[in-house]
Nanobody, 121 residues
């Protein structure tokens, strides 16, 4: 069984910063891509950023320059540093990881439970 545990969400004022963390645990052989997605009320889930096991990153245009994704492969953990937050960044942020188990050869997509980020005065 594999679990993704997210932390770091909360309430922040416009212009503020938050750092999200997501740690994967369980019978993990390897993790390929990891990433963050978000879903605002009444909207579809959208990409925030992804990072490969080798460290290559990809960002949604609206997050470039404000958000930074990173990962610690030894800890099976991905981070999202969010700066210059805006009210429109308010959403539930979900962690995603493509995980291969010890017992298999296929990568499966796993999602975290989500963490709320609210940007408000």
């Amino acid at each position: 069984q594999v679990q993704l545990a997210e932390s770091g969400g909360g309430l922040v004022q416009p212009g503020g910063s938050l750092r999200l963390s997501c740690a994967a645990s369980g019978s993990i052989f390897s993790i390929n891509a990891m990433g963050w997605y978000r879903q605002a009320p009444g909207k579809q889930r959208e990409l925030v950023a992804t990072i490969t096991s080798g460290g290559s990153t990809n960002y949604a245009d609206s997050m470039k320059g404000r958000f930074t994704i990173s990962r610690d492969n030894a800890k099976n953990t991905v981070y999202l540093q969010m700066n210059s937050l805006k009210p429109e960044d308010t959403a539930v942020y979900y962690c995603r990881a493509d995980i291969r188990y010890y017992s298999g050869s296929v990568y499966y997509v796993h999602w975290g439970q989500g963490t709320q980020v609210t940007v408000s005065p």
